[in-house]
């Protein structure tokens, strides 16, 4: 599906119970998809504390997966998959039963913090634009008559589907935050212009860009991108709420018929990027439009596996692998996710439209009509 044909009707996409918090601290975490020839979830679940790491996002919930953090103090956002997204719209005791099933047995044991309802929804080969919001109302009543309203619900989009439409006005309150997969890698991959070290939070001479609109300078992408999301929701008024980006990375490698032009997914650039990320989640910095930042970050993935549901699994017919951890549980990279900070601060919104120009001019200089582009932004 190309960028040009997409058309989602943006009345479904903010979901918000919060609004002007003061204090963040920004949590970093792991998406976990675990197989068969993987060590058990049981094992992961302890080494995933001695790594230090706080939180996990599961986007294949299986009870059994689910059942092995309990009594660990790890956070855990939980997805529904998106071929669940039309039965919970249809029918609200769908959405109980698979609450009984994959949440109600495990509380509080289990610190389960938010659930996503579908991921990247919109382009789905089904249609599930008319589903998406009922299937979330129904998730949060049940959620809400079970007691269990700390959970948060939301649904998870892509950058790229999230940017190139407009912005909504928010849908019933669901104590949510605004769900994004984001990759600074796949958007330097579409422009040529943009510098590696830029997407690679390195510090150099040229590795900036300025927001000709508003004066401000990006020295990274990542940020520039967080900021796009935060400019579109500033202009439609609901600039405080929170943003969890459930999906970044880089890929250590490719291998296929589409890797030819892929000498970036390497394992120098990998752990170049990582390292850059945390160190800059952890500073406290923020980004030029939200001083505190993300709420959260998830890094994709623990593992390398080729057959999980993620956003990146093949981009060009080149199959990526992604993961930080080796099966023996000793980490890839030379990367650590202590040292969480806490922030203070608001959300300054003076600046919103330059930065989504500066965006769509990096993202729109190429030609987005490859099938797979828009897919795995």
């Known amino acids: 599906m190309s960028v040009s044909s997409f058309s989602f009707p943006f009345s479904l996409l903010v979901f918000s119970l919060l ?17 068969a020839t993987l060590p058990s979830p049981e094992h992961v679940a ?9 939180a996990v996002r ?12 309990s009594y660990c103090n790890t956070s855990l956002l939980l997805t529904v998959p998106n071929s669940l997204v039309p039965s919970f719209a249809a029918n609200r005791s769908a959405a109980e039963l698979w609450l009984y099933t994959h949440v109600v047995p495990f509380h509080p044991r289990a610190r389960i913090s938010a659930i996503s309802v579908g991921s990247d929804a919109p382009s789905d080969a089904s249609d599930l634009s008319s589903s998406l919001l009922p299937a979330i109302r129904n998730l949060h009543s049940s959620l809400s008559d ?29 104590n949510s935050s605004f769900l994004i997969n984001l990759y600074p890698y796949n958007v330097y991959k579409l422009n040529s212009e943009i510098p590696i070290g830029y997407a690679l939070f390195q510090e150099q ?30 202009v439609s008024g609901h600039e405080n709420i929170p943003i969890i980006v459930t999906e970044t990375g880089w890929p250590s490698s490719a291998s296929g018929v589409g890797n030819t032009n892929d000498g970036e997914a390497s394992q120098v650039f990998a752990e170049m990027y990582l390292k850059g990320l945390l160190l800059h989640l952890n500073s406290g910095l923020g980004t030029p439009l939200r001083k505190e930042g993300v709420a959260e970050a998830y890094i994709y993935q623990l593992f390398d596996n080729s057959t999980e549901q993620g956003s990146n699994v093949v981009v060009g017919g080149s199959e990526q692998r992604w993961g930080i951890v080796y099966p023996n549980m000793t980490m890839k990279y030379r990367i650590t996710f202590s040292g969480v900070s806490g922030r203070v601060g608001g959300a300054p919104v ?28």
């Open 58 to 69: 599961l986007p294949q919930p299986d009870p059994s997966v689910v059942r092995a953090f």
């Open 19 to 35: 609004t002007t918090t003061t204090t963040f601290a920004t949590t970093i975490g792991v998406t976990y998809n675990p197989t």
């Open 205 to 234: 001479p040229f590795n900036f860009r300025d927001d000709h609109v508003t004066g401000v300078r990006y020295r990274n992408l990542f940020d520039m991108m967080v900021d796009a999301v935060v400019a579109a929701m500033a």
């Open 46 to 54: 302890g080494a995933l504390q001695t790594l230090k790491i706080p």
């Open 350 to 377: 003076g600046m919103v439209i330059g930065v989504v120009l500066v965006v769509g001019v990096l993202l729109f200089q190429k030609d987005l009509t490859n099938p797979g582009a828009a897919q795995y932004l």
């Open 146 to 174: 079970l007691g269990l309203r700390h959970i948060s619900v939301s649904t998870t989009f892509s950058f790229i589907n999230t940017l190139t439409t407009s912005f909504p006005p928010p849908p019933p309150k669901t």
